[in-house]
């Protein structure tokens, strides 16, 4: 059964809290939140003015917030972009950090992504080969405490459905699947039916976004993602 939810991180361009984005989830008679980590501390997120949660707070104390409001976290989004070396260095504690969190919340799935341009000096290849070694240290953390990790399209990797493709078939686990995404696939120029299609049997979560004919006409084809939509969901 398909359930509707909504991403805190709309309410990023509002300067709005997490706690302004989940009254407006009940408000609307939704029932599932998504939210982005923070690794750390941001000052802007402590004075009110960021919808992110950061990985120091207590999981059990926003567990009973979010019941109180009959709300659940759908996904927790850990996206700091996974290939490449700094993926390595950064990446990979920021998604295992991320996933003990979900745990504690009974949250089912964390995403990741790749970063908007391609690594200087590297070939798929390469890319490919890091990005599967970081892949790996996260997927041993996911089947321990049980969380699905995803892979978003956002970048020029992920939104090159053959090396899609080459990484969910190398790992073959229940623990790697596609947060399928329609606005960055679709501002990337490609269909995103037809990406989905070719992916569809790793789908297991989704942000849907339709893009303006103004952002298109802009910059469709020369960019691969977009943070909110005209209606964001």
């Known amino acids: 059964m398909i359930e509707l939810g909504l991403h805190t991180d709309n309410w990023r361009a509002l300067s709005g809290s997490f706690q302004a984005a989940c009254e407006a989830a009940v408000k609307h008679g939704l029932e599932n939140i998504e939210f982005a980590a923070i690794h750390g501390q941001y000052f802007i997120q402590a004075m ?30 850990g996206s700091y ?14 998604a295992q950090q991320t996933i003990r969190f979900a745990a504690e919340l009974d949250c089912p799935m964390v995403d990741t992504v790749d970063g908007a341009l391609e690594i200087p000096g590297m070939n798929r290849d390469q890319v490919f080969r890091i990005t599967c070694d970081n892949y790996r240290q996260i997927l041993s953390w996911a089947e321990d405490y049980g969380v699905i990790v995803n892979v978003e399209p956002h970048g020029p990797y992920t939104t090159d459905v053959d090396f899609m ?18 606005g960055n696939t679709f ?47």
Do not use: C, W
């Open 187 to 233: 501002i990337a120029g490609l269909d995103p039916v037809e990406y989905l299609r070719q992916l569809r049997k790793y789908l297991s979560h989704a942000h849907i976004k339709d893009v303006s004919q103004n952002l298109a006409a802009a910059v469709r084809g020369e960019e691969t993602g977009i943070a909110v939509s005209e209606v964001a969901v």
């Open 48 to 77: 009110g003015y960021d919808p992110s949660i950061s990985l120091q707070s207590n999981p059990r104390a926003l567990r009973k917030y979010l019941d109180r409001l009959g709300l659940r976290v759908s996904q927790i989004d």
């Open 81 to 94: 972009p996974m290939m490449g070396p700094d993926g390595s260095t950064f990446g990979v504690q920021y």
């Open 165 to 182: 493709i080459r990484l969910f078939e190398y790992f073959d686990s229940e623990y790697l699947r596609l947060n399928m995404d329609t």
